[in-house]
């Protein structure tokens, strides 16, 4: 955390300073008001009232002060803990953006979501305000133990024997609190990732009718996020009462003695006042900071969450001296290439070579490795052995952000972002005209559905698209590929969730922008391969044949019968309405 406080250096020491007068000023009002008492009461029958003017003038110009310097406190401190935090959020979140899918795929959205927002918000608590109450409530503590004993040294004795049990009542339960506290954070963000996930699949969850179904999981996740913070609060509850008990104790004690220490006449009346009213912020501070301990546990636990995040290191490392993309005809080449993720080997001994410009088709059936073939290409994924090559250079020699805007991407399932139109085309170009954005959506056979719209290219598409229909959703996302204009195109089954007019609309549409591009095709309609110039048919993670479609057909194999069987299917699919309606 110092490392993000460390630009704030000189607005916290000023905070400080602020605290430190503050502090200061309210020290001295014991100090006033037990000669205040004694100025009145030692002095019954005198009409000298200066000494009482002065007092009291004194105390009022020391409130406003100390109101002053409070106020220049609170807010120099506030801003320096939201500009920590505002910082620690923005760090996570571009961290989290270095991360490659094999992280995104072992952890849960909603976890994550939960470190960015509520961990945060913890941490930001206690930057913000706990911060300023403990460098406040130090300097009181301090000072008022000092004056105690300047005070009364032998009423200082019976006070401070209780401080030890005090400062070991707050560890020792603290402790325990911080462990609670991150059970706390754990059960929230599991139960958060349960009500996302939910959420983000209501359609399927309804469709199940399985409302109660996910509405027990998210039920059994917030009982444990209750169970633990109700823990949580009967530590600090516990803490709070030992707090009480130990103060009001030491406060009745100083009370007994000191009352006859004046009845002996070796303190005065206002001596003991002002004694009591520095007890009493002894007792007072112990107690603040009892809460802003209690807090800084809880935000230890939160912060802990944090830094696992940013202590994750990418595991695609960057070269040491980058290439740059030569410009060149996108040729991919593929040398001896395996892939495991975890302990499944996905790809083994893949070698081909693409010359630029040509569409390649990938089939197979599922689980075969089409698509994690494809992710090594913009290295979502490395190669555990072998060398995925562009123009002949290792894609591993590249910066990623070069080597990922050669390339463009249409998957399935399209994700457009909760911004109009025009903005997500732009997604790729962002200094793109509007003009060029027209004509990339022109191209893409969208220009003429945008245009239908009320707002034209500035409508709101909705979260990850839902206004639009899939047909549409789709076309926005190949006018954004066409305006980033990549060397490299992978299709990952880009019309295969579509109706037969959307289908055809997105073929024309994806020819166009396949024009001089090396192309990457993974179709589960096999129809929709058979112009490539090459198929790649991969079973098991391994290329078992290579050809046109005319020349895969023609030989006895696996191609030849996933293409029998898929048109059989679709024969007989075809002659059931028709013998229905016979």
Same mark, same amino acid.
């Given at each position: 955390?110092?490392?993000?406080? $460390? ?18 000023? !309210? ?52 801003? +320096? ?25 072992? $952890?849960? *959205? ?9 961990? #945060? ?44 049990? #005090? ?36 359609? +399927? ?151 630029? !410009? ?12 089409? *698509? ?61 005209? =509007? ?24 409508? #709101? ?59 990457? +095709? ?26 046109? $479609?005319?020349? =895969? ?30």
């Amino acid at each position: 955390m110092l490392t993000y406080a $460390h630009p704030y250096r000189w607005l916290f020491l000023l905070g400080v300073g602020a605290t430190l007068l503050s502090s200061g000023l !309210g020290l001295v009002f014991p100090k006033l008001f037990g000669t205040l008492i004694d100025a009145s009461f030692l002095k019954v029958g005198s009409t000298d009232t200066g000494p009482l003017d002065r007092t009291v003038l004194s105390l009022l110009g020391i409130f406003a002060l100390s109101a002053l310097f409070s106020a220049a406190q609170s807010y120099l401190l506030s801003r +320096v803990g939201a500009s920590v935090v505002a910082d620690l959020r923005r760090a996570l979140f571009a961290h989290l953006l270095t991360l490659s899918p094999r992280f995104f795929g072992d $952890h849960k *959205t909603g976890d994550l979501t939960s470190r960015l927002t509520s961990d #945060v918000s913890t941490v930001q608590t206690v930057t913000s305000t706990a911060l300023a109450q403990l460098v406040s409530q130090s300097f009181t503590l301090i000072g008022s133990v000092v004056l105690l004993v300047m005070t009364s040294p032998r009423l200082s004795l019976l006070t401070l024997v209780i401080i030890p049990f #005090v400062i070991g009542t707050a560890f020792t339960i603290g402790g325990r609190i911080r462990k609670v506290s991150r059970s706390v954070q754990d059960a929230v963000a599991a139960a958060n990732a349960d009500a996302e996930e939910a959420i983000s699949g209501i359609r +399927v969850v309804q469709s199940f009718t399985a409302e109660g179904l996910e509405a027990r999981r998210y039920e059994r996740g917030v009982n444990l996020a209750f169970g633990a913070a109700l823990s949580r609060a009967k530590l600090q509850a516990l803490m709070a009462g030992s707090m009480s008990f130990l103060t009001f104790a030491a406060l009745s004690l100083v009370l007994w003695f000191g009352g006859r220490q004046v009845m002996s006449g070796a303190l005065t009346p206002g001596q003991l006042v002002t004694f009591l009213f520095y007890a009493v912020q002894v007792g007072g501070t112990v107690a603040g900071l009892t809460g802003v301990f209690n807090q800084v546990q809880e935000a230890l636990g939160a912060s802990s969450r944090i830094f696992e995040l940013l202590d994750e290191r990418p595991d695609l490392p960057a070269p040491l001296s980058s290439r740059q993309p030569s410009g060149r005809t996108g040729a991919v080449t593929f040398r001896n290439v395996s892939f495991q993720y975890g302990s499944a080997q996905v790809l083994k001994d893949i070698d081909f070579d693409v010359p630029g !410009g040509q569409v390649v088709a990938l089939v197979g059936p599922s689980g075969a490795g089409k *698509t994690s073939l494809v992710n090594l290409i913009p290295r979502f994924w490395d190669v555990s052995a072998g060398q995925v090559m562009l123009d002949g250079v290792d894609v591993r020699d590249y910066a990623l952000s070069d080597l990922r805007r050669q390339v463009g991407l249409v998957p399935q399932e399209t994700l457009l972002f909760s911004g109009t139109v025009a903005e997500n085309i732009l997604y790729g170009r962002p200094d793109a005209s =509007l003009q060029e954005v027209e004509a990339a959506a022109r191209a893409a056979n969208a220009h003429t559905f945008i245009q239908e719209f009320a707002e034209g290219y500035d409508t #709101v598409v909705g979260e990850r698209g839902v206004k639009l229909s899939g047909g549409q959703r789709q076309r926005v996302a190949i006018a954004r590929a066409i305006l980033k204009n990549p060397r490299i195109l992978i299709l990952d089954e880009a019309t295969s969730a579509l109706d037969n007019e959307s289908e055809a609309l997105v073929q024309v549409a994806l020819e166009r922008l396949m024009v001089g591009r090396t192309t990457f +095709v993974i179709a589960h309609r096999l129809s929709t391969v058979r112009n490539a110039d090459r198929i790649l048919v991969l079973d098991r993670g391994q290329v078992v044949q290579d050809g046109t $479609h005319a020349a =895969l057909y023609a030989m006895p194999g696996l191609y030849r019968e996933l293409y029998d069987l898929q048109f059989r299917a679709q024969e007989e699919t075809q002659k059931a309405p028709a013998e229905a309606g016979a």
